[in-house]
Nanobody, 120 residues
Framework: VQLQASGGGLVQSGGSLRLSCAAS????????LGWYRQPPGKQREMVAT???????AYADSVKGRFAISRDNTRNAVYLQMDGLKPQDTGVYYC???????????????WGQGTQVTVSS
């Protein structure tokens, strides 16, 4: 299944954004989905994950500010981001977690992602 993130933009510090991730097929068979981000000049990092039964996990840096959700009927995953900070700036992606095939170890494509820029 291919996943494409959208909904990024430029926002002031303290503002909010809601990112969406659309899947090309059913996400029912994908147990755990995740949002990731790559800050400028840094490595990609996991931001939040959600399992098929709704269990969530977050990076310490976003706990209490971000909320991940999924809609299996719409084959979509969302990331509500509140209280945004300049350090949240980066390109955001969605992908299964972990981001590789468990049988072949082949990495999943990351797609173009969506740019989030938080101004101070």
């Amino acid at each position: 299944v291919q996943l494409q993130a959208s909904g990024g933009g430029l926002v002031q510090s303290g503002g909010s954004l809601r990112l969406s991730c659309a899947a090309s097929g059913s996400i029912l068979r994908v147990n755990k989905l995740g949002w990731y981000r790559q800050p400028p000049g840094k490595q990609r990092e996991m931001v939040a994950t959600i399992t098929s039964d709704g269990n969530t996990a977050y990076a310490d840096s976003v706990k209490g500010r971000f909320a991940i959700s999924r809609d299996n009927t719409r084959n979509a995953v969302y990331l509500q981001m509140d209280g945004l900070k300049p350090q949240d700036t980066g390109v955001y992606y969605c992908n299964p977690y972990p981001p590789w095939d468990s049988k072949t170890w082949a990495p999943y494509s990351w797609g173009q992602g969506t740019q989030v820029t938080v101004s101070s």
